[in-house]
């Protein structure tokens, strides 16, 4: 039985505005997490001939003309151009209209991993090859993380905190956070949060190679390269996209007659302090960062009916999680439903907790629990119901979403329906 809760400012999400290799918008979103779209392929945005891996999940023909006028397309980042459509898909949504007076303190929360690296990696190589009299005039500003909240808040007229946290993959997991923190102390009934990466650039994906952490062998078959918990995995498919939430205290939500998604109950977070890239093989911290969020809902690890899962594919991060979730949740952990969605949008970066959060989100109010696709043959160490290849209807209340980051980093987040 989940315990009596505090009553200290609810907080729930009735906006989400989505850009992404499966979908652009809600509705188009949801039918392909149901029918197990996957959006991975060979990558059109830069030749990757001479890399290992020449597959990723980009947005196939995203026009940022559809949202941003055409003097300040050059400005930014693709980044902060998916981040700004998502934004105004979230606000039109949630059927938010703001005043002057709501502008004022209405916070923007984004994370981002790579901030503006495709601009970055343009105007650095105009630098070193054409020298510095060819690069934009706005590359000073555009290529920082900093740049993608600054871009919502002005494109929304919004005038209250613009924070961009850039925390590797747990990112967006942790602006969400914020952003729940900032209704629940109190200071303000309206955020905008989320996070946006376009991490599918030649720099980004070259290093990534050289760790050996994206997918390599399934170059020609790139439907089926991203594969969690599978005996055969090896490696993410890099990804990119934005995924942004309107949350506001349930009092308003309600007052306004808002559709209310889910809301937001807890939150932990811990750090592994051993290896720049490597979890620790025990899993403790991640393990405590689930029992945080859990005792921060006022939960029991019974509550739990349904986890998003980390699950990025990789040799390390597959088997430890599964390990972390038996230890958690002990004999009843068979019971619980489990799911990637990555081997759909592939690894997004830093943007991967905020489309695990809408995704939960659409859980709860579809009914039903995304695949895990590409899972025909799983890992014996990965022995857990991981909804292999097909949705499954299912009545969720209690939403568990685990997201792990290098250096060791775990972001916990729960929704619940209301």
């Given at each position: ?24 918008g809600k509705i188009e979103f949801c039918n392909s997490l149901k029918n197990g779209v996957v959006g991975i392929d060979k990558i059109s ?105 600054s871009a919502i808040s002005m494109d929304l007229s919004l005038h209250g905190k613009s924070i961009s946290v850039s925390n590797g993959c747990c990112s967006s997991t942790d602006a969400v956070a914020q952003a ?239």
């Amino acid at each position: 039985m989940i315990k009596e809760r505090r009553l200290v400012n609810r907080v729930v999400i009735t906006g989400l505005g989505i850009v992404s290799p499966i979908g652009v918008g809600k509705i188009e979103f949801c039918n392909s997490l149901k029918n197990g779209v996957v959006g991975i392929d060979k990558i059109s945005l830069f030749n990757p001939a001479d890399l290992p891996s020449i597959i990723g999940a980009e947005i196939k023909d995203f026009n940022p003309g559809k949202y941003l006028v055409k003097k300040n397309i050059k400005k930014l980042g693709r980044a902060a151009h998916l981040a700004i459509g998502a934004a105004q898909l979230a606000i039109e949504d949630a059927c938010l209209n703001m005043d002057a007076s709501a502008r004022e303190n209405c916070p923007v929360f984004v994370g981002t991993a790579v901030g503006g690296m495709d601009f970055a990696e343009e105007n650095f190589l105009k630098i070193f090859n054409e020298g510095s009299r060819k690069i934009s005039t706005y590359a000073g500003v555009a290529v920082f993380c900093a740049s993608i909240s600054s871009a919502i808040s002005m494109d929304l007229s919004l005038h209250g905190k613009s924070i961009s946290v850039s925390n590797g993959c747990c990112s967006s997991t942790d602006a969400v956070a914020q952003a729940f923190d900032f209704i629940k102390s109190k200071q303000g009934d309206t955020a905008i949060c989320g996070g946006a990466d376009a991490c599918v650039t030649k720099g980004v994906l070259a290093a990534f190679c050289k760790m050996g952490v994206v997918t390599t062998h399934y170059n020609h078959t790139p439907k089926k390269a991203c594969k969690p918990f599978h005996r055969r995995r090896d490696g993410f498919a890099l990804g990119e996209g934005a995924w942004i939430i309107v949350l506001e205290s349930l009092d308003k939500a309600v007052a306004r007659k808002a559709n209310v998604y889910a809301e937001i109950v807890g939150y932990g977070a811990t750090c592994d302090a051993y290896h720049p890239s490597a979890p620790h093989s025990d899993g403790l911290y991640n393990k405590e960062a689930i029992k945080i969020a859990i005792d921060s809902a006022d939960m029991e690890p019974d509550d739990i009916d349904c986890i998003s899962a980390y699950g990025n594919a990789t040799n390390l991060n597959d088997p430890l999680e599964t390990r972390v979730y038996k230890e958690v949740f002990s004999n009843r952990v068979k019971k619980i439903p489990i799911s990637s969605i990555k081997s759909m949008i592939g690894h997004p970066i830093g943007a991967t907790g905020a489309a695990q959060i809408i995704a939960a989100a659409l859980s709860i109010a579809k009914n039903f629990i995304p695949p895990t696709m590409n899972l025909d043959d799983p890992d014996p160490a990965c022995d857990l119901d991981y909804v292999p290849n097909k949705s499954r209807e299912m009545k969720v209340n209690n939403i568990l979403i685990n997201t792990l980051s290098f250096g060791g980093k775990n972001s916990c987040l729960i929704l619940k329906r209301v």
